[in-house]
């Protein structure tokens, strides 16, 4: 491990049959112009080529495991046990930094906080996604997971992602780290990578976190929140009540 200076950089990426779209993402890594970077990929099980692609980047991969796993969030899972670094960042295997330069540019200062996050840019769009959050925001909308850099100390303050969520466990860790005042998150105005929406976290839907997450809100932050979400949340039933009733004479 490097001087405190310049920390290591863990990045994890999970692959489940993604020829098409892994090169890029590993490349992306790869040409970043920060030096102390470690690279671990971990392929459930590809069948498709993937596999090929990977063994031929294999020197440059600091670690390479493929085996089945029980989906994305046990892969990041091991991931974390597997890592050296003082920051851990994941990034999908249909996504890529935005430029050469974002590790350089963020880790060339020091930082207080546990957990860093910025923006990324939605797909083959040019929507930012998605500035500053609050816990209020965190109701509704959850941090982009590839605009996000946790500090090792966070998964020994919360732990690892819950296997129960499927395609939103990291929504549930980003509530708890926002209510953690030691890991006391803070936002970087900068765009950190270009997020692919054609991943299965954008196509499809976790019904476990969407059924848990007004109990979530009430866990995590606290009655009043739960109370304060819970009422925004029949006003607007009721708007759209009024405006079906009114719209329909």
Same mark, same amino acid.
């Given at each position: 491990?490097?001087?405190?200076?310049?920390?290591?950089?863990?990045? $994890?990426?999970? $692959?489940?049959?993604?020829k098409?779209?892994?090169?890029?993402?590993?490349?992306?890594?790869?040409?970043? =112009?920060?030096?102390?970077?470690?690279?671990?990929?971990?392929?459930?099980? !590809?069948?498709?080529?993937?596999? &090929?692609?990977?063994y !031929?980047?294999?020197?440059? *991969?600091?670690?390479?495991?493929?085996?089945?796993?029980?989906?994305?969030?046990?892969?990041?899972?091991?991931?974390?046990?597997?890592a050296?670094? #003082? %920051?851990?960042?994941?990034?999908?295997?249909?996504?890529?930094? $935005?430029?050469? =330069? $974002?590790?350089? #540019?963020?880790? !060339?200062? =020091?930082?207080?906080?546990?957990?860093?996050?910025?923006?990324?840019? %939605?797909?083959?769009?040019?929507?930012?996604?998605?500035?500053?959050?609050?816990?209020?925001?965190?109701?509704?909308?959850?941090?982009?997971?590839?605009?996000?850099?946790?500090?090792? #100390?966070?998964?020994? *303050?919360?732990?690892?992602?819950?296997?129960?969520?499927?395609?939103?466990?990291? %929504?549930?860790f980003?509530?708890?780290?926002?209510?953690?005042?030691? *890991?006391?998150?803070?936002?970087? &105005?900068?765009?950190?990578?270009?997020?692919?929406?054609?991943g299965?976290?954008?196509?499809?839907?976790?019904?476990?976190?969407?059924?848990?997450?007004?109990?979530l809100?009430?866990?995590?932050?606290?009655?009043?929140?739960?109370?304060?979400?819970?009422?925004?949340?029949?006003?607007?039933?009721?708007?759209?009540? *009024?405006y079906?009733?009114? =719209?329909?004479?």
């Open positions: 491990m490097q001087s405190h200076e310049y920390p290591l950089i863990t990045i $994890v990426t999970a $692959v489940l049959n993604n098409n779209t892994i090169e890029d993402t590993i490349i992306s890594v790869l040409k970043q =112009n920060y030096q102390n970077i470690e690279y671990i990929i971990l392929d459930g099980g !590809s069948t498709d080529g993937t596999l &090929d692609i990977l !031929s980047y294999k020197k440059q *991969i600091n670690c390479l495991v493929s085996e089945p796993d029980r989906g994305v969030y046990d892969a990041f899972n091991k991931g974390i046990d597997l050296h670094g #003082d %920051w851990i960042y994941f990034l999908g295997a249909d996504d890529k930094f $935005v430029d050469q =330069n $974002v590790l350089s #540019d963020i880790f !060339s200062k =020091n930082y207080k906080s546990k957990m860093i996050y910025g923006n990324v840019i %939605w797909g083959d769009t040019e929507t930012i996604y998605d500035g500053k959050f609050t816990k209020v925001k965190l109701y509704y909308h959850n941090i982009c997971q590839q605009a996000i850099f946790y500090h090792r #100390d966070v998964f020994r *303050i919360i732990g690892k992602f819950e296997l129960k969520y499927k395609l939103l466990a990291d %929504w549930v980003n509530m708890r780290a926002f209510n953690s005042i030691i *890991i006391a998150p803070i936002y970087l &105005d900068k765009v950190i990578a270009i997020y692919s929406t054609d299965i976290s954008f196509t499809s839907s976790d019904t476990v976190f969407t059924k848990e997450r007004q109990y809100i009430k866990e995590i932050f606290g009655l009043c929140h739960y109370i304060y979400f819970k009422y925004f949340y029949w006003l607007h039933i009721a708007s759209k009540l *009024i079906k009733q009114t =719209n329909s004479h």
